[in-house]
């Protein structure tokens, strides 16, 4: 079955980094876009970014744009977030998921947390 | 970018009645690109309906989706226990896509 499994979250100083990443399993991960989405605690869903099966394409909310990076690794079955210049709004329960741009987000991983805080 | 307003914002119903929410779109939306996801506390969101009519796998014949252009609605005709949880609407017709803010259904 399809399986995301999220890492990497945690706390942070404003104006550092992180890395997340997510570990796909049980479906040809090379033949789908995938995405990031994160929910603010207590708030709702915002799409952050996406990378085409290929990595040819990628988009990103403006929120985010130049400061987050994503990547993938077809050969590793992985998704990557880096994510720099952290700030206090994108304290957030990052949540990978499978899908994006025009195409269906079918699957969803468990979320790691990133809190941004000094 | 694509706005999608849901009503109302929080539905409080017994176990066994019938659910409707609504999404609003601010732009009409292809009916094959409004999707509707479950969020049960402290879990990450499934995936109930998407092409605003089609039950993901797995999905029980009681939520039904509908909808056209702007408006789209989600229906769970007799609420379960486990029903009770927060509803959001979704667009992918355009990038980026977007979210509802979610209809909470709880227990009255």
């Known amino acids: 079955q399809v399986q995301l499994v999220d890492s990497g979250g945690g706390l942070v100083k404003p104006g550092g980094s992180l890395r997340l990443s997510c570990a796909a399993s049980?479906?040809?991960?090379?033949?789908?876009?995938m995405s990031w989405i994160r929910q603010a605690p207590g708030k709702g869903l915002e799409w952050v970014s996406y990378?085409?099966?290929?990595?040819?394409?990628?988009n990103y909310a403006d929120s985010v744009k130049g400061r987050f990076t994503i990547s993938r690794d077809n050969a590793k079955n992985s998704l990557y977030l880096q994510m720099n210049s952290l700030r206090a709004e994108d304290t957030a329960l990052y949540y990978c998921?499978?899908?994006?741009?025009?195409?269906?987000?079918?699957?969803w991983g468990q979320g790691t947390l990133v809190t941004v805080s000094s | 970018e694509i706005v999608l307003t849901q009503s109302p914002g929080t539905l409080s119903l017994s176990p066994g009645e019938r659910a409707t929410l609504s999404c609003r779109a601010s732009?009409?939306?292809?009916?094959?690109?409004l999707a509707w996801y479950q969020q049960r506390p402290g879990q990450a969101p499934r995936l109930l309906i998407y092409?605003?009519?089609s039950r993901a796998t797995g999905i029980p014949d009681r939520f039904s989706g509908s909808g056209s252009g702007t408006d789209f609605t989600l229906t769970i005709s007799r609420l379960e226990p486990e029903d009770f949880a927060v509803y959001y609407c979704?667009?992918?017709?355009?990038?980026?896509?977007?979210f509802g803010q979610g209809t909470k259904v709880e227990i009255k």
């Open positions: 998921a499978r899908g994006g741009d025009t195409l269906l987000v079918d699957y």
């Open positions: 049980g479906f040809s991960f090379g033949d789908y876009y």
């Open positions: 990378i085409s099966s290929s990595s040819r394409y990628t």
């Open positions: 732009q009409s939306v292809s009916s094959s690109h």
């Open positions: 092409g605003t009519s």
């Open positions: 979704q667009q992918y017709v355009s990038s980026p896509q977007t």
